[in-house]
Each structure stands twice: as C-alpha cells, then as structure tokens.
C-alpha cells in the first residue's frame, strides 16, 4: 500500500541553522501539507501546496519558512534560520483532489532545536 | 475561525469496557472529519473519516459517528483492549475551497487497564 515517508526521523540542529525536511507523498496525490506538534500542543496546519504552489498558509507559516517541489516526488519544508521554539514534530501529509480528499500522514521528524 | 475540542482529557479504564470518545467543532461547514490514533512520541494513524454527507464509520470495533448540525462526533470503542492505549485525536476538514486543512482537537489520552 503506497505510503507518504519523511526523511529525517530525527534532526537536531543548532538555533540559527537552516533545516530542510524532507517528504515523498504519495505519487497520484496532487495535495500537500505540512503540520507541525509542538509537545503537548494540538497539531497545527501550516502551509499546504497544489499546483507548485502555496494554496494556503497559517499565521505560523511566516518569511523563515518556505516550501518546494523541486524534482516530482519531493516535497520539502525549509527553515531558514531555526529558533528554540521550532522544536517540534513536524508532519507531512498528502490527498487526491477529489472524492473524500482523506489526507494521509508520514510518521513525522522530529526537530530539535538546542 | 474553527475550534476543535475533545472531552475528556484523559480516560482510564479496566480492559473490556465499552467507552465513547467526544470531539466538538465550532463551525458545522465541514468537508469531513477524520479520527487518527497517536501513540507516545509517535506518528498519526487515521482511524475512520466521515464524509459531511455521512452519519457514521465503522472499522472493526470503532465506530465514529457525526452529527454536523450540533457540531458534534462520538468515537465509539468496543470491548476497550490495553492495545488501545494512545491518544485519540479528532480533525476536521474545511469546506471552502479546495483546500481542506484540518483543524485538530488536543485529542484524549486513553489508558486501557488490564
């Protein structure tokens, strides 16, 4: 069964630091997102993309993130310049464009910001 | 702007117990809403998604149901099994557009007691 897979399980990086999360949806998807959990807090929506391009983005989503579709199974979140409170569980998820639009969800990377 | 709460918090019960799982929107202009299990530091497993047009979802010993009118979904569990432990989180899916972010609950925290 195709799933959506996240590249790193588990990336910890230095306050300033640029990041890169990687994700591959699931190939006949046309809808991706990405979510992040802070530990403890709800998930909380942050961008999502269609068409190679931002669809919507959360008050959350502002200049240090941005996201990319730079090859046709790639689906990247950048943070430019990390921050502490960046420390997170941070999703990826994709869905058809019809029917149900069921999102479905990679396992997640952690980030750890020290 | 679309609020998602779960009641209880957290629930603890002896192994074979019948429970429900309450989960409450704001706004009745969903898509869907969808029911993910989520064990300690791990990922989201979606359970069950129930369209707008639905009443309920049954999978196994879970059943979901809705009630968009009164905001309202109900996860039923049977015959609770301590494998069911985790945190079960309710999200529902916008209705404008097509981008169909979901908006979470803090979830329940289920303990299953042998």
């Known amino acids: 069964e195709p799933e959506v897979t996240q590249t790193p399980s588990h990336q910890v990086t230095q306050m300033g630091q640029e990041v890169i999360l990687r994700c591959v949806p699931i190939?006949?998807?046309?809808?991706f997102y990405w979510y992040r959990q802070i530990l403890g807090q709800k998930v909380e929506f942050l961008v999502s993309f269609y068409n190679n391009e931002i669809s919507e983005k959360s008050e959350i989503f502002d200049d240090q993130f941005s996201v990319e579709r730079p090859d046709g199974s790639n689906f990247t979140l950048k943070i430019r310049s990390t921050k502490l409170e960046d420390s997170a569980m941070y999703f990826c998820?994709?869905?058809?464009?019809?029917?149900?639009?069921?999102?479905?969800f990679g396992p997640g990377t952690r980030l750890t910001v020290t | 702007k679309q609020e998602v709460t779960q009641i209880p918090a957290a629930l603890s019960v002896p192994e074979g117990e019948n429970l429900v799982l309450n989960c409450s929107f704001t706004d009745s202009a969903i898509y869907n809403l969808q029911w993910f299990r989520q064990d300690p530091g791990k990922g989201l497993t979606s359970l069950l998604l129930i369209q707008s047009s639905q009443r309920e979802q049954t999978s196994g010993r879970l059943n979901a149901s809705l009630d968009k009118s009164s905001g309202r979904s109900t996860l039923y569990i049977a015959a609770s099994q301590p494998g069911d432990s985790a945190t079960y989180l309710c999200a529902v899916a916008s209705n404008a557009g097509n981008n169909r972010k979901l908006i979470w609950g803090l979830g329940t925290s289920l303990a299953v007691n042998p």
């Open positions: 190939s006949n998807h046309l809808y």
């Open positions: 998820a994709s869905s058809k464009t019809t029917g149900s639009y069921e999102q479905y």
